[in-house]
């Protein structure tokens, strides 16, 4: 028997630390090579990390909540010497694949230099469970957390394997965000926080200390460390708002004939299992508008010998996502060309994902432009800060019924306004115009998409 130490391992972010949120093991549990150990978050995910080896859980070496470094060891294992890869080496797995839509890469496992060995990772096996359905670990735990049952699920892979997206299609029908209740006030006025206790010996090593990543609170006050997305947010906004000048420019617009195609389609049969909302639309029209003005889609790029602008022929369309995780912004690749069906889907998988924290780095990275929904939380507009890396970004405010002049006589219609931020360095007032009101044209005309 042999005792190996493992290290947290760069979840192939960049990143150099993250948080242990919690721990799916404890000492002396058997485990097989790639059972979850714990989930992390950094900056941009949470990730389920497995195991690189097969044996019993000797120490845990780092407390939930604490933040650790990359390379810092965090875990014991007692394994079987015959298991080793040799002196020096340790037996790793094979590092996960992403699934279907996306997914965390882990890499970094074991230890640097030496060749190491590989095993095949069981989730990549599809099971058949007592019902008859074919599915792979992975799109089960989908399903548990969407509350999917996979016995209702018409599979569509290989050999009738239920896939993650025949999964999430058929969980898109339910609310893409939860329903936000004003929590009642408490009967007691004033409470005081336990301060943190000082950590256990054995779970400090190569860790930030726990109470540094704890609340500390008084009567009256909380104090919530700044960390994770909160913290990844708050840079990316300062960065861009003290370092791209913001023009902000909005129109206030009839939107009803883009409530009556909305109505159309979700009566469709093709639609019918692909929730539709405005923002399809909304989505629809920002990449049409985009591609007549391509400035909004480019991007300032600073250089050693002054700087430049990429303008990109393509687009990668984020979606700003309010999640229990905090602030995201993921983004439909290539989304120029989707048809309005497979747009649909991608919104539909990248806000349930996004609402369930799953989503991946990679689908956080290489943004063009961006769409702010601020109108399910009841807001009419605002001016939204430009994502890092972009040129623009677009708010889209609730659609409500409003007085509206048609022909001469007020009319009740649906109305909604829709507003733009712009790095003024990139597009000038004409440019920033012009777009928004092709958005505009668009959700009060909706057949000019028809071309």
Known sequence: MSTQNFNLPDVGEG???????????????????????????????????????????????AAEGATVEVGSPIITFVTDARDDAGPGKIATAEAPAPEEGGGSVLVGYGTGGGATSRRKRPAERPVRSSVGVI????????????????????????????????????ASQASVFRNIETPEWGAVREETVPAPQSTPAGLARGVTAARASAPVSDDRTESIPVKGVRKATSSAMVQSAYSAPHVTVWKEIDASRT???????????????IRVSPLLIMARAVIWAARRTPMVNAAWI??????????????????????????LVPNIKDAQDLSMKDLARAL????????????????????????????????????????????????????????WVVDGEVRPRWV????????????????????????????????????
Not at 16 to 34: L, R
Not at 302 to 327: F, K, W
Request: proline share 6%.
């Open 15 to 61: 990143l150099t630390e993250a948080e242990i949120v919690a721990w799916k093991v404890a000492p002396g549990d058997t485990v097989a090579i790639n059972d979850v150990i714990c989930e992390i978050e950094t900056a941009k995910s949470l990730v389920e990390l497995p195991s690189p080896h097969a044996g019993v859980v000797g120490e845990l070496l």
């Open 135 to 170: 599915a792979k670990p992975p799109i089960r735990k989908l399903a548990r957390d969407l509350g999917v049952d996979l016995t209702t699920v018409t599979p569509t892979g290989a050999d009738g394997e239920v896939t993650r997206d025949d999964v999430v299609t058929h």
């Open 259 to 273: 409530m009556e195609l909305v109505k159309r389609l979700k009566a469709s049969p093709d639609y019918a299992d």
């Open 302 to 327: 600073e250089t050693e010998g002054g700087a430049e602008i990429s303008v990109r022929h393509y687009v990668n369309l984020g979606i700003a996502a309010a999640t229990p995780r905090g602030l």
């Open 348 to 403: 539909n998988r990248l806000t349930l994902t996004a609402r369930e924290g799953k989503t991946s780095p990679a689908d956080q990275q290489g943004g063009t432009i961006t769409i702010t929904n601020i109108g399910v939380f009841g807001m009419d507009a605002g001016t939204p800060i430009i994502n890092p890396g972009e040129a623009g970004i677009v708010a889209m405010g609730t659609i409500s019924q409003k007085p």
């Open 416 to 451: 909604t306004t829709v507003a733009g931020s712009f790095d003024h360095r990139v597009i000038d007032g004409d440019g920033m115009s012009r777009f928004i009101a092709d958005v505009a044209s668009v959700l009060e005309e909706p057949a000019l998409l028809v071309e």
